[in-house]
């Protein structure tokens, strides 16, 4: 049996100290996410053992599920937390580990699965716009299903022909990158990210060199991305589509503010 131990610390007056260590022998660490506002993080065993302790090193509750887990991911308010499981199923709880039900996943052909990805926008800079479609599930067949809630009726799902590794969303939730490799007329796939809106629509389309994309994460602003390719770290800088105009020798610009719906015009 693989053997894991997980250590979370802290830093003080320069200096790195130990807070929390979680070490069990039975099983290994499948995934672990903060909750929005930094003060808590929740840690899943792929037997199903979950643990949800605070940032100050303290265990808050633990609990075992009935089922062998892929994904966690806690919804922006922190009343949620989502767990993804090895054989394709979303199951929803309470920030307490009270179970709710489980998410309404529009499924493959096949009975069995593998998510991928499971990402909430947490709203830390805002919405796009009014009821935005801010949680992604990402099979590594190719389908992502984007919700609006973990209870929304009419979620987006599509294909992105290709086989997902890993999904993130932007900064403010208007983009998601995929992590993913395409099937070529040679014998290698090709890697490449791409990014879609949060209506699920194909804005571009980065090819990577490498043999294996494993992963993408975003830079704070969404000016970049870096992307682990085999044992390298690669970096890409973003150029995004501003809204602007210049006449009478005045430019005009668009942005969008945190916490305000409506989009914000400077004239300069």
Known sequence: ???????????????????????????????????????????????????VGSVDGNRIWGSELNTELAKVQWSPDNGIILFATLI?????????????????LVSPPSTAYNIVGLKWYNGCNGYVEEETYCLAIALEVGRI????SEIDERPIHFLTNSTIAEVNWNHNGSLLAVACS????????INCVQFYSS?????????????????????????????????????????????????????????LKPDVLDTCIVFW
């Open 1 to 51: 049996m693989q053997r894991e131990m997980a250590l979370y610390d802290t830093i003080f007056q320069g200096s790195w100290y130990e807070e929390m260590i979680n070490n069990r022998n039975k099983s290994v660490v499948r995934d672990m996410q903060w909750n929005s506002d930094g003060q808590q993080i929740c840690i899943i065993y792929e037997d199903g053992a979950v643990i």
């Open 88 to 104: 394709g199923e979303v199951h929803i709880y309470d920030s307490l580990g009270t179970k709710i039900g489980r998410l309404n």
């Open 145 to 148: 299903q984007l919700m609006r």
């Open 182 to 189: 395409m099937e070529s007329d040679s014998d290698k796939p």
């Open 199 to 255: 209506h699920g629509i194909l804005v571009r389309q980065l090819k990577v060199p490498g043999k294996s994309l494993t992963s993408v994460t975003w830079e704070g602003s969404s000016l970049r991305v870096a992307l682990a390719v085999d044992s390298f770290i690669y970096f890409a800088n973003i150029r995004p589509d501003y809204k602007w105009g210049y006449y009478a020798e005045t430019l005009v610009f668009t942005y």
